[in-house]
């Protein structure tokens, strides 16, 4: 019994007619978010990048058809405004991990590359990003990984439209 039950137990009894399972469920995930934050977090800040930062770079590194992105391009797979796009590449230019190139046909238009230093960065980052994630979900079996995947993925549909 976790904190959680205990609470739907005491709504139980204060309102029994109340159905209780949509505060359990969505309290359970929210206090998994927060450790899954808390985790990922500490992960991206071993190599001194915030969780947007650490985005853009795997973007542009796994665009592997394309050697540089376009700014719009970054914020339309990240869902970013165009503002925050520009704080983030100006602080990763500023770090050295990404460049940004003006186009020799229009020079309004720029495109952002990952630099030596950001791509040897990404390439180190995705392999401990990955191996924590893979921590926080140690205690699924491969069916349970499966299911909730499954599930998560349905109930995302309700919210995103997403076919």
């Not at 990404?122 to 921590?135: F, G, K």
């Amino acid at each position: 019994m976790d904190k959680l039950d205990l609470v739907v137990e005491q709504w139980q009894k204060e309102k029994p007619h109340l159905d209780t399972t949509p505060m359990a469920l969505i309290g359970r995930l929210l206090r998994i978010s927060k450790h899954i934050e808390t985790h990922i977090t500490q992960c991206h800040k071993s190599f001194s990048l915030t969780l947007g930062e650490f985005d853009v770079l795997a973007a542009l590194r796994r665009a592997a058809n394309k050697s540089s992105l376009t700014p719009s391009e970054l914020t339309e797979a990240l869902l970013l405004t165009s503002g925050a796009m520009t704080n983030r590449l100006d602080k990763l230019a500023d770090k050295g991990l990404v460049s940004r190139c003006h186009s020799e046909e229009d020079r309004r238009s720029v495109t952002v590359a990952l630099t030596d230093q950001g791509r040897t960065l990404i390439d180190e980052a995705i392999e401990v990003h990955v191996s924590v994630l893979d921590e926080l979900i140690k205690s699924l079996s491969s069916e349970d990984k499966l299911l909730l995947n499954g599930t998560l993925n349905k109930w995302l549909e309700q919210f995103e439209n997403v076919s």
